[in-house]
């Protein structure tokens, strides 16, 4: 079975600091993934979504950059945080070139910059 | 530019009773996927059902179902008899029209946040 794993679960980084966030998925291949963020009560917004190795697409300008090295690996980043940056941080992934196939999801990060 | 409402921020059901979850969608694409997913306060995701803008029948999976009313653009989730452990944030979403490559890129609503009273 298909599992997603996605790291660390909470994170507390001052401002100007870098940003690491990963994600991992296992028992598929060739997925779709995502990086999706969640302000406090509210829903959720697409931040960046991939269709394979280096095949990223970014939604919004923001901070932040990703990275997809490998085929079930996909790693978001940013070189200096801004209080902005705060949120809650989710990964998902979805079977590739499958219509209206559901979005699983990580577990997600928690990140607070200070 | 497509869209997803949720209207109630906050609802509150007695255990063992039904409750109803609004939510309506803007789109001009003929084609679209509508979904709901339960997040509890641990933060996952949890996908629930899944409605077809082509689909027939209403969507159901165990206790929940989809209302689907099509010419007035709502996509409402039932839940029926329900639990405490139902207790959660529960967000609508739309999946955008698709490009080359498959991906699907969904949108979500601001969500409803349900209590599920003993």
């Known amino acids: 079975s298909q599992t997603i794993h996605q790291w660390p679960a909470t994170l507390v980084q001052p401002v100007g600091s870098p940003l690491s966030l990963e994600c991992t998925v296992e028992g598929t291949s060739n997925p779709n993934l995502y990086w999706y963020r969640q302000a406090a009560g509210r829903g959720l917004q697409l931040l960046f979504y991939?269709?394979?190795?280096?095949?990223i697409s970014s939604e919004v300008p923001q901070n932040l950059s990703a990275s997809r090295p490998q085929d079930r690996q996909f790693i978001l980043s940013s070189k200096k945080l801004l209080l902005s940056d705060s949120g809650f941080y989710l990964c998902a992934w979805s079977a590739r070139q499958r219509t209206n196939e559901k979005l699983f999801f990580g577990s997600g990060t928690q990140l607070s910059v200070l | 530019a497509q869209k997803i409402t949720q209207t109630q921020p906050g609802m509150f059901v007695q255990e063992k009773e039904a409750v109803t979850l609004d939510c309506t969608y803007d789109?001009?694409?003929?084609?679209?996927?509508l979904f709901w997913y339960k997040q509890p306060s641990s933060g996952e995701m949890i996908f629930l059902i899944y409605?077809?803008?082509?689909?027939?029948q209403n969507a159901t999976e165990g206790r929940y179902s989809l209302n689907f009313q099509k010419a007035r653009k709502s996509a409402n989730l039932v839940i029926s008899a329900s639990q405490l452990g139902d207790s959660a944030m529960y967000f609508c979403?739309?999946?955008?029209?698709?490009?080359?490559?498959?991906?699907?890129?969904?949108?979500f609503g601001a969500g409803t946040r349900l209590a599920v009273h003993p």
């Open positions: 991939s269709i394979g190795i280096d095949q």
């Open positions: 789109t001009s694409d003929p084609s679209y996927g």
């Open positions: 409605q077809g803008s082509y689909d027939q």
């Open positions: 979403a739309m999946r955008e029209l698709m490009f080359s490559g498959g991906y699907n890129k969904l949108i």
